[in-house]
């Protein structure tokens, strides 16, 4: 299970953090990753992180405005966003698979295709 928090609306420029938190039982095991969907547009793919290694992958467009963090004890993943632009606008999806499915690039440039993700509800950022 997985439930996202912390978004809202923002001015251009500005600053979030989503928090992902992740069930206690699943979280060694599993991938977790940052998607968004703007309305009309397709699913994307963020950032991935393999939280018991710590490794974190990143799309081109995210590098140096989005930051994966962790706190293993709490079970969370967060996605630190800067320099937030209008076009960030959308709903902020947190999702994890199993590690065995892979955590890089190749699962945030193809968030669907594997239907054994689990997402969270979604939460919207707004930047104006």
């Known amino acids: 299970q997985l439930v996202e928090s912390g978004g809202g609306s923002v001015q251009t420029g500005g600053s979030l953090r989503l928090p992902c938190s992740v069930s206690r039982g699943t979280y060694s095991t599993m991938c977790v990753g940052w998607f968004r969907q703007a309305a009309g547009k397709e699913r994307e793919g963020l950032a991935s992180t393999y939280p018991s290694t710590g490794n974190t992958w990143y799309v081109d467009s995210v590098k140096g405005r989005f930051t994966l963090s962790q706190d293993n004890v709490e079970n969370t993943v967060y996605l630190e966003m800067n320099n937030l632009k209008p076009e960030d606008t959308a709903v902020y999806y947190c999702?994890?698979?199993?590690?065995?499915?892979?955590?890089?690039?190749?699962?945030?440039?193809?968030?669907?295709?594997?239907?054994?993700?689990?997402w969270g509800q979604g939460t919207q950022v707004t930047v104006s």
């Open positions: 999702a994890a698979r199993s590690l065995w499915n892979g955590c890089d690039t190749t699962w945030l440039k193809n968030p669907l295709v594997d239907e054994s993700t689990n």
